[in-house]
């Protein structure tokens, strides 16, 4: 089956330490993995995406995601939290004909 | 929200009335989308288009309709066979449809309340 978890539905962490929002995911052959962030009352946006190659990838906002194959694991870090950076944060794979999102992940960044 | 315009921004409706939700992209995008958002279960695929005059179900279509005359507009109608369709929608747009490895962006949603 198809699928994509993020297995806390909240993170808590400290302006100016370093976040990890986690993501893994089931698909058959290669995966394309997406993050996305949603504000309160708002359309998603693009963070970034893994499609092949280096297995870290950086987007916007000072966001990277870590792919690890054997893992089946898709995680969203950044070095230095910031109060803005709270959000919504939803992980995205391909599946067969459709995005299969994640049920979501919030953060919560305290000053 | 990157091109994608949705209107209205909230949308009440009364038992048994359809809605149509208004979803517009000036990104020239092949693909469109709608989703619906529901609190603790992320978003799910409603219908989507990858080409005008074309569309397909997404995995909760029923007591919903689409239509892609025009390339750069997707409406959905919400219609009185929808038994609880109070959500946030989300319309997408891609360049190219769901099988490609192209990033989906979003609109700023509707709030559709039924009263």
Request: with cysteine; hydrophobic share 30%; charged share 15%.
């Amino acid at each position: 089956a198809q699928s994509v978890a993020q297995p806390e539905d909240q993170v808590n962490v400290a302006e100016g330490n370093p976040l990890t929002v986690k993501c893994t995911y089931s698909v058959s052959g290669n995966p394309y993995l997406f993050w996305y962030v949603q504000y309160p009352n708002r359309g998603l946006q693009f963070l970034l995406k893994y499609i092949t190659g280096d297995n870290l990838v950086k987007g916007s906002y000072g966001f990277e995601a870590e792919f690890n194959k054997s893992q089946t694991s898709f995680h969203l870090k950044k070095p230095s939290a910031l109060v803005s950076d709270s959000a919504l944060y939803f992980c995205a794979v391909r599946g067969t004909g459709k995005l299969i999102f994640g049920q979501g992940t919030t953060l919560q960044v305290k000053p | 929200d990157g091109g994608i315009t949705q209107s209205p921004k909230y949308l009440f409706r009364k038992e048994g009335q359809n809605v149509t939700l208004s979803c517009e992209q000036n990104l020239n995008h092949d693909a469109m989308y709608w989703y619906r958002q529901d609190p603790g279960q992320g978003l799910r695929l409603i219908y989507y288009s990858q080409i005008v005059n074309d569309f397909q179900k997404g995995d909760i279509a029923e007591g919903y309709s689409v239509s892609r005359e025009k390339k750069e507009s997707f409406p959905l109608t919400v219609t009185s066979a929808q038994k609880n369709p109070t959500a946030f929608y989300l319309c997408a747009s891609s360049i190219a449809g769901p099988l490609s490895y192209n990033e989906q962006f979003f609109g700023p949603g509707t709030r559709l309340t039924v009263l």
